[in-house]
């Protein structure tokens, strides 16, 4: 396991509907993928980070589901996302991580930076262009 690079704060952007105290849990389907099972949950140390991964789940869902990014607290071991730091980035610049645990709400942000209509607008037709598969590999 890789050396994380922070402490935190940690942040989780979601279409989830959660509260203070409940947990994030790997387990669960994909927002991105949703023929994947996750073995773990993501989250990253920037809060615009988290954002993007939101308001990408609520694109992708097209109900109407209303993006939040929320405060995380691991509550066991985590690392580097091997899928951005050993893939794209070297060093994790873009600050994201893993972890098999669950990841506590501590809290929610809702002062964080949205795209704006147009970005929003080319994140649509760059998801439309896309086949399924490829998808979650979007975020990373």
Do not use: C
Not at 60 to 83: C, H, M, Q, S, W
Request: charged share 25%; no cysteine; proline share 7%.
């Amino acid at each position: 396991m890789t050396e994380a690079l922070d402490k935190g704060p940690f942040f989780h952007g979601t279409i989830a509907d959660l509260r203070v105290g409940d947990f994030l849990t790997a387990g669960y389907r994909s927002n991105y993928r949703p023929e994947v099972v996750m073995n773990h949950i993501y989250f990253t140390s920037l809060v615009d980070g988290a954002g993007l991964a939101a308001q990408i789940a609520a694109e992708l869902t097209k109900g109407g589901a209303v993006p939040r990014v929320y405060i995380v607290e691991p509550t066991g071991a985590f690392e580097n996302d091997p899928n951005v730091t050993d893939k794209k980035f070297p060093g994790n610049p873009t600050r994201s991580y893993r972890s098999s645990a669950p990841l506590k709400i501590i809290g929610e942000i809702t002062d964080w930076t949205r795209l704006t209509p147009e970005a929003l607008q080319l994140w649509r037709e760059r998801l439309i262009a896309l086949p399924s598969h490829e998808r979650g590999e979007i975020i990373n």
